[in-house]
């Protein structure tokens, strides 16, 4: 057995930033949130905000192992192994009441948390719980300004993929984004070897577009005009399937009354969007809770 899950009382709910984390503590981490999060299926353990906070770390630290060099099928094995030590413990064992405990403490905290940036191999997914935000979920292309994410409904908990193009000329006649199909290829695209870094979407061969089916006019925060794409359900269940370290391609297809325009096209890394969309996710908690925490310091991340 690896290391001791569920017996280390150092689970955080934010792992260290990429750029600074020991791929061996980072390992411990993940083996310790994915215990709890085993023992919390079969016990019951949290509430939704503090199984979406413990689901968004270990989001987290799984992206930062694949970065790291750690290969899928090396962290399942590492999984299945600590999944089937969790389940064997029993609900009343003392360290899963004793971890469980530590983690709704520290949830207590992290709950005053509104804002963090999940930094991935080249580029950020910036999220938000404010209500007052748009975007829940937002990576911004700084060649072009058109911006990817998740943005919300009337609801909180209303979340759509979309794509905001500057308003400066004619609206795009479509906007399709290319996802590699896991049906025509099961393995991670990785894009070209020996040390290209250039962001790689899959080939077309082996991707499926999805298309935006609406579009509004709106502005951001400094009164400048964009136009919003959005896509259907099946956008977010698709990029959570791929690898934190793939890409995938926005295209841009222009007004055909603009004579001489190309289809512009843009790619963005998926990184752990499955990590700041379930932080995104984490309900508000009653004033009367918040007031009870802490301030929770900085994560960085």
């Known amino acids: 057995m690896r290391g001791r899950p569920l017996t280390l009382l150092s689970i955080a709910l934010v792992a260290a930033p990429a750029a600074a984390a020991d791929p061996s503590l980072v390992e411990r981490t993940y083996l310790e949130r994915t215990a709890i999060a085993a023992a919390d299926i079969s016990c019951n353990l949290f509430s939704e905000g503090e199984r979406l906070a413990l689901r968004s770390g270990l989001y987290q630290a799984e992206g930062e192992l694949l970065r790291a060099g750690y290969t899928p099928q090396k962290l399942e094995n590492l999984s299945a192994e600590v999944?089937?030590?969790?389940?064997?413990?029993?609900?009343?064992?003392?360290?899963?009441?004793?971890?469980?405990?530590?983690?709704?403490?520290?949830?207590?905290?992290?709950?005053?948390?509104?804002?963090?940036?999940?930094?991935?191999?080249?580029?950020?997914?910036?999220?938000?719980?404010?209500?007052?935000?748009?975007?829940?979920?937002?990576?911004?292309?700084?060649?072009?300004?058109?911006?990817?994410?998740?943005?919300?409904?009337?609801?909180?908990?209303?979340?759509?993929?979309?794509?905001?193009?500057?308003?400066?000329?004619?609206?795009?006649?479509?906007?399709?984004?290319?996802?590699?199909?896991v049906k025509k290829m099961r393995e991670a695209w990785l894009g070209p070897i020996f040390g290209a870094k250039t962001l790689a979407p899959a080939p077309r061969s082996i991707s499926r577009p999805e298309w935006a089916a609406e579009r509004e006019e709106d502005e951001d925060a400094s009164g400048n005009p964009f136009y919003v794409f959005?896509?259907?359900?099946?956008?977010?269940?698709?990029?959570?399937?791929?690898?934190?370290?793939?890409?995938?391609?926005?295209?841009?297809?222009?007004?055909?009354?603009?004579?001489?325009?190309?289809?512009?096209?843009?790619?963005?890394?998926?990184?752990?969007?499955?990590?700041?969309?379930?932080?995104?996710?984490?309900?508000?908690?009653?004033?009367?809770?918040?007031?009870?925490?802490?301030?929770?310091?900085?994560?960085?991340?």
């Open 230 to 301: 959005y896509f259907g359900a099946t956008a977010i269940e698709r990029l959570e399937l791929l690898d934190p370290r793939e890409a995938v391609q926005v295209e841009l297809t222009p007004s055909p009354i603009d004579k001489g325009k190309t289809p512009v096209k843009v790619a963005f890394e998926v990184g752990d969007l499955r990590a700041a969309h379930a932080f995104a996710m984490i309900p508000k908690v009653s004033a009367s809770a918040l007031a009870a925490a802490e301030p929770v310091p900085s994560s960085g991340h």
């Open 83 to 181: 999944r089937s030590h969790a389940r064997a413990l029993g609900c009343d064992h003392p360290a899963v009441l004793e971890v469980s405990a530590t983690i709704r403490s520290s949830y207590r905290q992290f709950a005053k948390t509104n804002y963090l940036q999940y930094a991935g191999g080249s580029s950020a997914w910036d999220a938000s719980r404010s209500e007052h935000d748009d975007w829940a979920v937002k990576q911004t292309d700084k060649a072009t300004g058109v911006v990817i994410g998740l943005r919300r409904g009337e609801e909180f908990e209303d979340l759509r993929f979309a794509v905001a193009i500057p308003a400066d000329g004619r609206a795009p006649s479509s906007v399709q984004m290319f996802v590699r199909d």
